[in-house]
């Protein structure tokens, strides 16, 4: 009898055991997916087949981000807010530990204009672990919104001392946007700034001090910014104008161009692993169909002996009319098929 017991309960177990292997076997390519994207910061999982993924067992990544969150951002990137806010607070519930969730429905709440709610959440996870870009971004911009200078300063003693670029530029925007003017205070600040992180005569440094200074907005520091960069883009000073441009999507994210520029910048300097990691940005998030960014994509396969992936990506330039026919020339000197 008792024989009979225990293999019952091993075979129960053993059946427990296959069942939660086969749920995280079964799992494990969407959480993959869903991470990817994460990481990148896309949207290129279909949500119809994110619909058919069960997130309630397993219910957090190998990361531990809770999945719900993740599956979330795609309802707030399609302004299902109510949508994105319910996954949001159920994924409070599977990791209260990691903060990643009070970050994120700070962010959230700060573009639904639900201001006391954004900076909650954003000051909670952000004394959990202050030496986060993203605890301290959701943070900051509501001390910002709040106009709280004192809380500011406070807060920035927590991150000073790291080793984090971020930080000081990030504070440095926030006590000028708070101030409405370029202090005394603020320069004092900038100086340590580029001495902690040894920046004299670093050109980004000088037009971060040129943007603080002159308080324009960001789009239109961003656009002066990149104007430079194409001078010296055309003078061939081709590092000169990456670092600018660079620069000028750091200020403004959501114009494509920057990245592109900055591409081309590192293409003739061979950076080929940076230039290609800008021309996916433009090409698969931006989503950019002109063709540009495939041209130079295929060019730079090419000159990495990579030919086959070169003429694919040509011929995608050809399809998409860049250039007239001139990626056509290209594509039919360098590809032994023509399109």
Request: proline share 2%; hydrophobic share 35%.
């Amino acid at each position: 009898m008792i024989n009979k017991l225990n293999s019952v309960i091993i075979l129960t177990l053993l059946l427990g055991v296959t069942y939660v292997n086969y749920k995280s076997f079964i799992s494990s390519p969407y959480q993959a997916a869903l991470l990817e994207d994460w990481n990148k910061q896309s949207y290129r999982l279909p949500l119809d087949l994110i619909e058919q993924v069960d997130l309630d067992f397993p219910n957090i990544s190998p990361t531990t981000i809770p999945l719900k969150l993740l599956k979330g951002r795609y309802y707030k990137n399609m302004d299902s807010i109510d949508k994105a806010l319910d996954y949001y607070h159920q994924s409070l519930k599977i990791n209260p530990y990691l903060k990643i969730v009070e970050s994120q429905l700070s962010l959230l709440y700060f573009d639904i204009e639900e201001y006391d709610s954004a900076y909650h959440y954003g000051k909670d996870a952000f004394l959990f672990y202050p030496d986060n870009n993203i605890h301290r971004h959701a943070y900051f911009q509501s001390l910002v919104n709040k106009r709280d200078s004192t809380e500011l300063d406070k807060s920035f003693e927590l991150i000073r001392n790291k080793q984090n670029e971020s930080h000081w530029i990030e504070y440095l925007l926030s006590k000028r946007s708070i101030s409405k003017k370029y202090t005394n205070q603020v320069d004092s600040l900038l100086g340590l700034y580029v001495e902690k992180f040894n920046l004299e005569g670093d050109t980004k440094a000088l037009q971060f001090k040129s943007y603080l200074a002159n308080g324009d907005s960001k789009i239109s520091t961003a656009v002066d910014i990149s104007n430079q960069a194409n001078e010296l883009y055309n003078e061939q000073r081709y590092n000169e104008a990456s670092n600018l441009y660079e620069l000028a999507f750091s200020i403004d994210q959501y114009d494509y161009t920057y990245y592109q520029n900055a591409a081309l910048a590192h293409l003739n300097l061979k950076n080929y692993t940076k230039a290609e990691e800008y021309l996916d940005k433009v090409i698969y998030d931006f989503k950019i169909e002109d063709g540009k960014a495939m041209f130079y994509k295929g060019m730079l396969y090419l000159a990495i002996d990579q030919d086959t992936k070169g003429c694919d990506y040509l011929n995608k330039a050809v399809q998409a009319g860049f250039s007239g026919e001139g990626s056509l020339v290209v594509y039919n000197r360098f590809c032994t098929n023509s399109p």
